[in-house]
Nanobody
Framework: QVQLVESGGGLVQPGGSLRLSCAAS????????MGWYRQAPGKQRELVAR???????NYAGSVEGRFAISRDNAKNTVDLQMNSVAPEDTAVYYC?????????WGRGTQVTVSS
């Protein structure tokens, strides 16, 4: 059973930075893609950033140029570097790992952007 554990969330001031990390219980080589999603109160879960096994990335328009996703195959982690954060980035952030016929989710980590 694949387990994904997110870490790095917390309270950050507007304009600040935060780095989220997702640790997988096994090798991330088995995943065709991994991504970060977020869900704000009263809203649907949405894609933030995604990275494929070969390393191709895509971002939500609202975070393009501010956030960066990366993967470390040796450590079995996928990170999300969040810069110039804004109050609208406040949400629970979830890690997702994709395989051919299934996907796995972490339990999420809260990010709150507030002064």
């Amino acid at each position: 059973q694949v387990q994904l554990v997110e870490s790095g969330g917390g309270l950050v001031q507007p304009g600040g930075s935060l780095r989220l990390s997702c640790a997988a219980s096994g090798s991330i080589f088995s995943f065709s893609a991994m991504g970060w999603y977020r869900q704000a109160p009263g809203k649907q879960r949405e894609l933030v950033a995604r990275i494929t096994a070969p390393g191709a990335t895509n971002y939500a328009g609202s975070v393009e140029g501010r956030f960066a996703i990366s993967r470390d195959n040796a450590k079995n982690t996928v990170d999300l570097q969040m810069n110039s954060v804004a109050p609208e980035d406040t949400a629970v952030y979830y890690c997702k790992a994709e395989q051919l016929f299934t996907s796995y989710w972490g339990r999420g980590t809260q990010v709150t952007v507030s002064s």
